[in-house]
């Protein structure tokens, strides 16, 4: 059996990466469908709470408020949760630091 080559990553450049992730994840995204109205929005339960806290992969983000600490907050406070979740929905603001993501555009060989 013959071994794999060991080939190194190509380079991009920040520019291009740049130029990707504001294709991919544009900053205003002017979506064409109407926003839902507050009437029409129906308030989380516990049980879609609880579903997702369980299904959250632990490990994913760094720092101490993470996964783990929204996974505990929902076990441990799971009235408080919902209905802080319930009242961001209905006033339809949530926090700027919900919105923003940093990505990491691993590079491929062609």
Do not use: Y
């Not at 129906?42 to 983000?61: D, Q, W």
């Not at 006033?91 to 940093?102: A, I, R």
Request: glycine share 2%.
């Amino acid at each position: 059996m013959r071994e794999l080559k060991s080939v190194a990553p190509c380079d991009l450049s920040v520019d291009f990466k740049k130029c990707v992730n504001q294709e991919l994840l544009p900053a205003n995204n002017n979506c064409t469908r109407e926003p839902r109205t507050v009437e029409e929005t129906t308030p989380f339960t516990l049980a879609e709470l609880e579903i997702v806290a369980h299904n959250m992969k632990s490990g994913t983000a760094p720092g101490v408020d993470g996964p783990e600490a929204i996974k505990l907050a929902v076990k441990t406070v799971p009235d408080w949760i919902l209905a802080a979740m319930n009242a961001l929905l209905k006033s339809q603001k949530f926090p700027q630091e919900w919105k923003n993501s940093k990505s990491n555009i691993p590079a491929k060989e062609r």
